[in-house]
């Protein structure tokens, strides 16, 4: 564990997080092979943080997101909150305890245009989650609605209408004050601004972030490129099939990545500036399968530096530099590019 983790206790700790999904054939369903979407992850989030977590589709990244607030059963491991000195063993909730706890962590869906019920009123939707809850009245339903939907930038004449008549970034929007409503401590963001255009998903990254000050809130924020995570994200988690491939601070894992993986994603970030020479590393090969993860390190047949013992030994997740953890096994003899030698002025 580094300093700041020694120092500060999480809020959320993962151990040994698996989630494994039978791959099954025939009438009699016979299991024939295991597709490994999350693969033994071990991680924290601390107290009002923002991780952000980015890889390539297939990763496991919406897999992790929804195993660790158990919308999605985990195969193994055991996930922890602490909340108000308390430490709650997530895993062995039942129903009702697990319930209780659903008002402290939420999450904000990829897909605006589907994940709001078009048959409801912005009003209604919003208020779902505290209806559901069943300890407010109506009256506080509607001062908290009307409180909330002026927080996320939209107006009280906005509650009646639905929500075919509002844009993707207002929708967005919406389900933000859905997600708020019952007042979280932890929400995931499952690529929230990814369906958006690029000045509408500023706006978002930047409500978000106003928000989290305003609420204390904490995100564990996923998406595909590290260029949307860069400005909103403290600590960066890079995934390759379900595993953690490197964590570390968000600037440190720019300027100074430990694994051949992130360093291929930094020189896949676009820039607009043409007297910028872009050096882009092309990865050979596919996305592995989850289904039939590589042997050894799962990302060696995609790797320029691999040798003999990454095709035959896994290297585990290890702190190769205070905070900075990585599973490679030649992290510390590497010299890798950051982003500040990827991206060269002319
Ligand atoms: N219910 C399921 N049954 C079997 N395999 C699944 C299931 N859900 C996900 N998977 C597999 O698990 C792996 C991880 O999927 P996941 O959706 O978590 O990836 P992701 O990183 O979120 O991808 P994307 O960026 O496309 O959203 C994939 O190989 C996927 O096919
Ligand atoms: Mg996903």
Known sequence: MSEIDKNTQPLLEITGLKKHYPIEAGIAKKQVGLVKAVDDVTLSIRRNEVLGVVGESGCGKTTLGRTILRIIEPTEGSIKFHFDGKEIDFISLDKKALRGMRRHIQMIFQNPYTSLNPRMTIFDIVAEPM??????????????????????????????????????????RIGIA??????????????????????????????????????????????HNLSVVEHISDRVCVMYLGRVAELSETEELFYHPMHPYTEALLSAIPVADPTVKNERIVMPGEVGNAANLPSGCCFHPRCRYAQECCRKECPPLREAAPGHFVACHFADSLKLNGIGELKIKN
């Open 131 to 172: 209806r559901l809850a069943g300890d407010y009245t109506e009256d506080e339903i509607s001062d908290r609605v009307r409180d909330l939907i002026g927080k996320v930038g939209l107006e009280v004449k906005h509650l009646n209408r639905y929500p075919h008549a509002f844009s993707g970034g207002q929708r967005q």
């Open 178 to 223: 859905r997600a708020l409503a019952l007042g979280p401590r932890f929400v995931v963001a499952d690529e929230a601004v990814s369906a958006l255009d690029v000045s509408i998903q500023a706006q978002i990254l930047n409500l978000l972030q106003e928000l989290k000050e305003e609420y204390d809130l904490t995100y564990m924020f996923i998406a």
